[in-house]
């Protein structure tokens, strides 16, 4: 094959590999995690999620009880403390990562950072931000059903929305993604995922 024509293919399909990420934002409690998985799962794209990130860390540099159980270190229990920072920036570097290797991908965190909508542009990636959102009394009730369950975290967050510091604004995703879906999953179990692939779709063509 000629060289320049070589060239001239490989220029052309690195235009079409634009990625489009899914990044899912919303406060704790309003079902973000499940719509991220289903998404992920209906789309059969990788799913990065800051919170598995943490918990890795939090693995990493754990102790083992004298039950033999494994005893993670002191900060993993801080709601938004550093190993959570730390954890934030592992996944907006692993974003940066898959996005400009032409990657699609479901990313699911609280909030959509300006710096991780920066990174997925900055990889010309196309970005579907999906806001999921609760009433307050169902995201009050499932924060109160996890926190019987002992998560130290679940207890905290739990306790700042009743204060009133979980307000819905502020988990809404930045200006600056190609399109925003909103998923209320108050009255349903089984997220609406149909809406969220239907942009993802438009998105593509």
Not at 19 to 26: H, S
Not at 51 to 59: F, Q, S, W
Not at 133 to 151: H, K, S
Not at 162 to 185: H, N, Q
């Amino acid at each position: 094959m000629d060289s320049a024509v070589g060239i001239r293919q490989d220029r052309r399909m690195l235009m079409r590999e634009r990625p489009v990420v899914v990044a899912v934002c919303g406060s704790p409690g309003a079902g973000k995690t499940t719509v991220a998985r289903a998404t992920a799962r209906r789309l059969g794209v990788p799913f990065l999620t800051r919170d598995e990130i943490k918990l890795g860390l939090g693995l990493s540099s754990a102790t083992v009880a004298k039950d033999g159980g494994i005893r993670p270190a002191p900060d993993f229990h801080i709601a938004g403390g550093p190993l959570s920072l730390r954890a934030e920036t592992v996944m907006v570097n692993t974003a940066r990562l898959l996005a400009s290797s032409g990657v699609s991908f479901v990313v699911e965190s609280s909030v959509l950072s300006r710096e991780l909508l920066d990174v997925l542009l900055a990889c010309d990636a196309r970005v579907l931000a999906v806001h999921v959102v609760a009433r307050e009394p169902v995201i009050d009730a499932r924060l109160r059903a996890r926190v019987a369950e002992g998560g130290a975290v679940d207890r905290q967050l739990s306790s700042r929305f009743r204060r009133g510091e979980m307000k819905r604004s502020i988990f809404e995703p930045p200006p600056g993604a190609d399109a925003v879906v909103e998923c209320d999953t108050s009255d349903d179990d089984d997220p609406d995922i149909e809406s969220i692939e239907a942009a993802f779709v438009a998105l593509i063509r």
